[in-house]
């Protein structure tokens, strides 16, 4: 795991010296992601210059040191990411007369686009990554990112330079990078939470999507091209019509393959472990497939509704791992929150980013690299929305729409306060929690169809260019028709959706940001490529049955743990924000949300901070979008 940065100068006018000087600048940005060593190569007479940060996973010795050129001279290249299938290519190039160095993966990739070619290399690839690559011979330059996205990697072109880099930090140090404000960007962000890729909150600045190859020739052409796509998975499946043994014992040896790559090190290794199926699962093949106790990690609160920790150390416990736990109090989960604008360079509001950090933190202390669970919901139907979809949805949108209308109508006469006091004749124990403002949820998913419930689901903010000033929200995959003819089921649609929006620009962003601030390489199995593929292969009961999600996990993992040790009800990664925005956060949140820079209309966010302090709606969510922009805006506008 490292970071890259660097830029193609296309003017002929920056020298060897200031080529090297600005590389080595927006490299040392970076330092966070690879504080193992860092170095540039530059080529003054074709304008180009790469800079890498190592963290040194894979063949520590200076063999495995980037930037790396290819045997024949030919192509030179800096790289972020691991690639786990290194060492089952490396005899084929063997064959073909390369004598390598050393064993790091980087070598193998490198060899492997002068013999097998760029695409045909980057297909043949499982693993993640981040590519930039000079071609020396045909003067091209490329950036590659991987299928599902879980790696970074940001470009602009300035019209003069092209410039990239893991993180949008290593841009701005360049005196050409762009600096106006995406507006339309930022409305994205407030009904998301974070900025939904290509776009970036500055204009001219983009992500470069996953699965593609970005190419610029030496006349300056330019080409972004796919090299896969969940969309061609979906449209090329065919569902398995097998005994659900024979297909759940094909996922668990994929599964395993999946693990026992991402176990490959040179340094020391663990796995987060919340006592989830997911964690659970990844952890179980782990020690399944080890000769000692694999070290877990996890963190636990005080607060119980929050504190998944005794139930991971139950986990632990029955696996035999050697397992590590810390209690944080509110206070050091607090202390976190000044920081994150550090951490994300660019807005970001998912406030399980406060927990991911802190176990981020507490791993680096013992491991190097960190299994993950994540991407088990998205693949396998977890989500209590899937649930939800597949329980009520046919019934409910069968509902005529005058009907759901009028329903919906009557939901909002009554005002939140009025909702309170109707409510309190449930007994507490039964009472769902935050019932009024899934009430109001309700009403605004009756007065449309399946895929407006989706989108409100998946929304903050539902009117973002009334918030955010001179704004235009561009309409996203969310809003595009062909998905639903793409997919007929509403529930496999929302999977779909949700795996090339909130979990790319979402989870593995959290992740990868959390993680690598402390140095820390995060893997996540789950989304091999070659399990997200298997996954879309699997018949509709292996995923959802009698209202319970990720059926086939289940399977698999009931035959590594009891499965008293994992039934108990979903809970989310997260941190009581909505009580600490009444509490300890109020004075810094009033403060800051109104902050002077003249991107928000007050009166919506003055209208939730009333209704929150109230007690009437817990608009945690909302609030911390805007208190996350602020924060952002002070750290990097000011």
């Known amino acids: 795991m490292c970071g890259i940065a660097g830029l193609l100068d296309y003017t002929g006018n920056t020298s060897s010296s200031d080529l090297a000087r600005l590389t080595r600048i927006m490299t040392d940005t970076l330092i966070h992601r690879g504080p193992d060593g860092g170095d540039v190569w530059v080529d003054g007479e074709n304008g180009i210059g ?131 404000l995406d507006r339309n960007a930022i ?27 970005l190419k610029r ?67 179980a093949l782990m020690q399944s497939q080890s000769d000692q106790p694999i070290r877990t990690f996890s963190i636990g609160f005080e607060e119980e509704g929050y504190n998944e920790a005794k139930h991971a150390a139950e986990v632990a416990r029955h696996l035999g791992t050697d397992h590590t736990e810390l209690y944080v109090s509110p206070e050091q989960a607090r202390d976190v929150i000044p920081k994150l604008a550090d951490y994300y360079d660019e807005p970001f509001a998912d406030s399980s980013q406060i927990p991911t950090y802190l176990v981020s933190q507490m791993t680096r202390d013992h491991v190097t690299v960190a299994l993950s669970g994540d991407g088990g919901d998205e693949l396998f139907g977890g989500y209590t929305r899937y649930l939800t979809a597949q329980k009520y949805g046919n019934s409910l949108f069968a509902l005529p729409q005058p009907l759901r209308t009028f329903a919906s109508t009557m939901i909002r006469a009554l005002p939140p306060r009025a909702w309170q006091q109707l409510i309190k004749v449930i007994p507490a124990s039964k009472r769902p929690s935050h019932m009024v403002d899934k009430l109001y949820k309700l009403a605004n998913v009756l007065k449309g169809n399946q895929d407006d419930y989706y989108r409100s689901l998946v929304t903050h903010w539902p009117e973002p260019d009334q918030l955010v000033k001179g704004a235009k929200e561009p309409r996203g995959l969310i809003w595009e028709d062909s998905v639903q003819h793409l997919i007929p ?13 909130y979990m790319q620009d979402d989870i593995l962003t959290k992740v990868d940001r959390a993680s690598m601030a402390v140095s820390l390489e995060a893997r996540v199995p789950l989304i091999d490529h070659r399990v997200v593929e298997y996954s879309w292969s699997l018949p509709d009961h292996l995923k959802i049955q009698h209202g319970v999600g ?15 040790l994992i039934e108990r009800p979903k809970m989310g990664f997260g ?60 750290k990097w506008r000011t």
């Open 575 to 634: 941190v009581p924000i909505d009580a600490w925005l009444r509490g300890p956060l109020k004075d810094w949140a009033h403060d800051l949300l109104f902050d002077e820079n003249d991107i928000f209309h007050h009166g919506p966010i003055q209208q939730k901070w009333d209704e929150h302090q109230k007690g009437e709606r817990n608009w945690q969510h909302h609030l911390w979008d805007i208190l996350m922009f602020n924060a952002w805006y002070r």
């Open 550 to 564: 990720k059926w086939a996990l289940r399977d698999i993992l009931y035959r590594y743990v009891p499965q008293d």
């Open 50 to 180: 790469l800079g890498h940060r190592r963290l040194a996973i894979i063949d520590l010795s200076q063999a495995g040191h980037q930037p790396m050129t290819s045997q024949d001279g030919r192509f030179v290249m800096v790289y972020n990411g691991e690639v786990y299938n290194a060492e089952d290519l490396r005899p084929d190039l063997s064959q073909k007369g390369v004598q390598f160095r050393g064993h790091s993966d980087t070598e193998v990739i490198l060899n492997g686009f002068t013999h097998w070619g760029i695409e045909a290399t980057i297909k043949k690839l499982i693993g993640m990554f981040a590519i930039a690559l000079w071609d020396k011979k045909e003067r091209c330059f490329y950036l590659i990112r991987d299928r599902l996205g879980i790696k970074p990697v940001y470009w602009a072109d300035t019209g003069k330079q092209f410039l990239f880099g893991s993180e949008l930090k290593a841009l701005y140090p360049h005196p050409d990078c762009p600096q106006a």
């Open 187 to 213: 409305a994205s962000f407030v009904r998301h939470n974070c900025i939904p890729a290509p776009h970036t909150v500055i204009t001219g600045i983009q992500k470069l999507m996953p699965g593609h190859i």
């Open 217 to 283: 020739d030496a006349a300056g052409n330019q080409t972004i091209q796919p090299f896969w796509s969940l969309q061609q998975v979906v449209e090329s499946r065919q569902i398995q019509n097998r005994p659900d043994t024979e297909i759940i014992n094909d996922l668990e040896h994929l599964l395993k393959d999946a693990v026992k790559r991402r176990m490959i090190a040179d340094v020391p290794l663990g796995a987060f472990l919340s006592g989830g199926i997911d964690s659970s699962l990844v952890a």
């Open 489 to 501: 089921d509403a529930v496999e649609r929302m999977q779909y959706l949700d795996t090339l929006t």
